[in-house]
């Protein structure tokens, strides 16, 4: 398993990462300690949780992912052998997360000191590797981007003072580097510029959805990832199981994703045309759709891990034997070709 730096830390991540929301909700406590027993058996050192998990976001589930987690490290007393990211929730009505009355979740300094502190409870550990803010507190669509709207910039969190409240994390020892995650070029390159300037902490990643059909990123951040090394943590990188095939003949297959929570697949409705074409020319190669859609991700230059998602033990293992193949000139000149003919299809 390939491993790669984390942002300017002393840190080496392992080029694929075991994503989780989906425990709690579609997966079992005890199939998330199996998840995760194969995963660090097959080299994987790196995972991905988040406070509001599993998803869908809701009161009743919120943090069960997280108890999974830490139900595992307790059992298993192994917290030196892999890398522990989670999130904080940005601008959201989900006011459930927090235990005090607010009327939305934000980045304030009381609401991140909140977050760390459940998290820790839940998982188990006295410290997070890599905090992540889930997404802007600012007005700035995370999700389903379609058109840029302007948003009114004096109604967010100043950024220093967010980056303050981490610092002082860290100083307690509580989370050791900080990221970011759905964050525009703008928020990206802002926030480093005041952590040089005041001597703060410096975002080390951003996480992002990125796939065969969602490639928003190499249009801006990119260049960031690569000239800054806040390198891509890249989320759905099936397109949510689009690319794996299994939705070519256009219905659900009972139980998938699209099948119980249709909502999730709604952002990629447009790439209908261009998973189908993704799906047959990696058939053409002598590839699964899902060895062509990972190792895609994992073979981008500012990709510093590949954070996949398996909601059975098959799926798993498929998911992690993708990227132990070769990826070719002839690999890449089709997904160069697929970009240029349908270019960033999913509204994401
Ligand atoms: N920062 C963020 O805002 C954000 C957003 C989304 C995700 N994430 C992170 O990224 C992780 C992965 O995201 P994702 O779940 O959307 O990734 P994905 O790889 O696009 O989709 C994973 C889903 O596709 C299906 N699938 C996976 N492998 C398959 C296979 N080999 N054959 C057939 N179906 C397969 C499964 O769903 P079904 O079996 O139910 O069909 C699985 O849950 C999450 O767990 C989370 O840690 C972060």
Not at 72 to 101: E, F, H, P, Q
Not at 149 to 157: H, V
Not at 213 to 230: G, L, T
Not at 289 to 301: C, D, I, Q, Y
Request: charged share 25%; with cysteine.
């Amino acid at each position: 398993m390939e491993l790669r730096k984390l942002g300017r830390t002393d840190i080496e991540v392992t080029s694929v990462c075991l994503g989780t929301m989906t425990w709690g909700q579609q997966n079992t406590e005890a199939e998330a300690h199996e998840q995760l027993d194969y995963a660090l058996d097959r080299g994987i050192n790196f995972i991905d949780t988040a406070e509001m998990y599993p998803v869908p976001g809701r009161a009743e589930t919120q943090g069960r992912t997280e108890s999974y987690i830490g139900s595992w490290i307790a059992a298993r007393k192994n917290r030196d052998k892999y890398i522990l990211a989670t999130k904080v929730t940005g601008r959201s009505g989900m006011t459930w997360v927090r235990k005090g009355n607010v009327s939305q979740t934000r980045h304030t300094a009381a609401q991140i000191d909140e977050a760390v502190e459940a998290s820790l409870k839940r998982l188990r550990t006295d410290y997070i590797d890599l905090f992540q803010l889930h997404w802007p507190d600012r007005g700035l669509p995370g999700f389903g981007f379609d058109s840029y709207y302007d948003y009114d910039a004096q109604d967010m969190e100043p950024l220093e003072d967010i980056l303050g409240a981490l610092s002082r994390q860290i100083e307690k020892g509580n989370i050791r580097h900080v990221g970011l995650s759905n964050e525009s070029a703008w928020g990206t390159m802002k926030f480093l510029e005041l952590a040089e300037r005041a001597g703060l902490p410096r975002m080390v990643s951003n996480q992002c959805v990125y796939s065969l059909v969602a490639r928003r990123f190499d249009y801006d951040r990119a260049e960031i990832a690569m000239r800054e090394d806040v390198g891509l943590l890249a989320y759905s990188p099936l397109a949510m199981g689009m690319l794996t095939g299994k939705y070519d003949d256009g219905g659900s297959p009972k139980g998938s994703r699209g099948d119980l929570f249709p909502q999730f697949l709604e952002g990629y409705k447009s790439t209908e045309e261009a998973c189908l074409d993704c799906n047959a020319t990696a058939r053409k190669l002598g590839l699964t759709p899902t060895e062509f859609a990972l190792k895609f991700v994992e073979s981008r230059a500012f990709v510093t891990s590949n954070i996949i998602g398996a909601t059975t033990m098959s799926q798993l293992k498929e998911n992690i034997d993708a990227h132990e193949i070769d990826w070719t000139d002839d690999m890449e000149a089709e997904a160069d070709r697929l970009h240029k003919t349908y270019r960033c299809p999913a509204s994401r």
